[in-house]
């Protein structure tokens, strides 16, 4: 075909040159459409993350605060709201639903030994917040904001937490021996306050849940314990005869002086003194799993406790009257060895007694007579206030429980104060303060944050303390 012919062919057919740019226009529209589209889906899926992370921090940080009445507040704090503490810098005018934070009591939390008490009288907390996020490119169609709803829910206990070094402080004084006549015990005062022990042993854990079997115990402890228990008493008995209370011998050790542990000791050990403090030192062998529902019959804290059939676990020898002070300062120093030995565990401290804290001088050689501070014959219920309040100032949680505290007593102190003071000025906070006022001789010592009165469900929710706050499905009744 000759050039010129081409030409012609050429000419005949309809000049088409142009005619892709509307095309390339269209499919740039629908790209740019799309390119925003995905734009405004990606910011509003990250707007709706930030809104549900706050939410979920606030009811947890809410539910953690609980029974206390500064849930509701606690929440608000922790929420997205601005000026709050989760409050994004992209996601402005966040505002928290009418009527929210609002504490519920749930039943079925209820059924899980999380009671409702005092003052918040719930036991579970629903967050639910609210927000207008603006488009990008979907207001170009119409679509200027999308409203956003987050809702999240929180159990005030029954989450996972670090380990626990727990003390238990039991007054094994005379009057120990005494009958408590009410409905919760009828029983030796020393046997219910034991019963409680079992009950906060049942509450613990010896190991991982996710163990089948927490394995060999040496000495008292499983491999990588979780809780771990120590039982202390007082008066002081010798360290002869100490091994009486946890052998099911039916013996009682014989009870000694009062002695007198360094405050602000790292460490406690009786050294050269005969006596001591210490019942049953730190185990974790108390039950053979987190699943088990029996106490293990060859653990010195089951035994000690009399959790074992025939066994009648520890005795009250008394003889020397109650000094609070001395079993605290040695209860703090050996959790303070215990935490070293444990980093990132956390340190409790469980006081049981009436709270009539007024040993007689001769049962604590040594102590001063007219000093009045640590360790002293004088002000003996204000120092195992200032020594519990140590404890917890050094960051050990201290749980007091006043069995049958009396309005009166205390009679070395000079200032003005109550068995029952006494024991609620020693715990670390309100909440952390029991009294089991149903017991005889007790009724006007009341725990408004905790008003439980019986011994084994005080030391069921205190074992429920150890746990933290959880989420909880939104339709949870």
Not at 50 to 57: M, P, R, V
Not at 211 to 237: E, I, K, M, R
Not at 362 to 368: C, D, I, L, Y
């Amino acid at each position: 075909m000759t050039a010129a012919v081409a030409a012609k062919l050429r000419r005949l057919l309809p000049d088409e040159s142009g005619q892709i740019v509307p095309t390339v226009a269209l499919i740039m529209v629908a790209l740019f459409g799309f390119t925003g589209m995905v734009i405004d889906i990606g910011h509003l899926y990250v707007c709706y993350n930030e809104l549900q992370a706050s939410s979920n921090a606030a009811a947890l940080a809410g539910a953690q605060a609980l029974p206390g009445s500064s849930a509701v507040t606690v929440a608000t704090n922790y929420s997205a709201v601005s000026g709050n503490l989760n409050a994004h810098a992209n996601l402005p005018g966040v505002s928290m639903v009418s009527g929210y934070p609002q504490v519920r009591c749930l039943t079925a939390l209820t059924n899980q030994s999380i009671p409702c008490v005092s003052p918040a009288n719930g036991n579970a907390i629903f967050v639910k917040q609210q927000a207008v996020v603006s488009t990008y490119f979907a207001r170009l169609f119409g679509l200027a904001s999308v409203n956003m709803v987050a809702s999240a829910a929180a159990a005030m206990r029954g989450g996972v937490t670090p380990p626990h070094n727990v003390v238990v402080i039991v007054d094994t004084t005379a009057s120990m021996n005494d009958t408590d006549s009410s409905s919760d015990c009828n029983n030796t005062r020393l046997s219910c306050a034991l019963s409680g022990v079992r009950t906060l042993l049942d509450e613990l854990w010896p190991c991982a849940s996710s163990q089948s079997t927490c394995g060999t115990a040496s000495n008292g402890n499983v491999p990588n314990p979780v809780d771990v228990v120590s039982l202390f008493a007082f008066p002081n008995v010798t360290q002869s005869t100490v091994i009486y209370d946890s052998n099911c011998s039916g013996r009682n050790p014989t009870a000694q002086g009062y002695t007198f542990p360094a405050a602000g000791a790292s460490s406690y050990s009786p050294g050269g003194s005969t006596a001591t403090y210490r019942i049953v030192n730190f185990s974790s062998d108390y039950r053979v799993s987190d699943t088990a529902s029996t106490l293990n019959l060859l653990s010195m804290l089951t035994k000690a406790s009399g959790g074992e059939s025939g066994c009648p676990g520890m005795g009250a020898p008394g003889g020397e009257g109650t000094y609070v002070a001395g079993a605290v300062y040695a209860a703090q120093a050996a959790l303070l060895a215990e935490q070293a030995a444990n980093p990132g565990s956390r340190n409790v401290i469980i006081l049981l007694s009436d709270g009539d804290v007024s040993a007689r001088s001769s049962a604590m050689p040594g102590a001063s007579t007219t000093s009045g501070t640590y360790p002293s014959t004088i002000n003996q219920c204000h120092q195992a206030v200032t020594a519990a309040q140590a404890a917890t100032a050094a960051g050990t949680t201290v749980y007091t429980v006043a069995y049958g505290a009396q309005s009166s007593g205390c009679s070395t102190d000079k200032i003005a104060i109550t068995p029952c003071q006494t024991m609620q000025q020693s715990a670390s906070s309100a909440a952390t303060f029991f009294s089991d006022y149903a017991a005889s001789g007790g009724s006007s010592c009341i725990s408004s944050a905790r008003p439980t009165t019986s011994l084994n469900q005080i030391f069921t929710e205190i074992g429920g303390d150890f746990t933290t706050s959880r989420l909880i499905p939104n339709n949870l009744q």
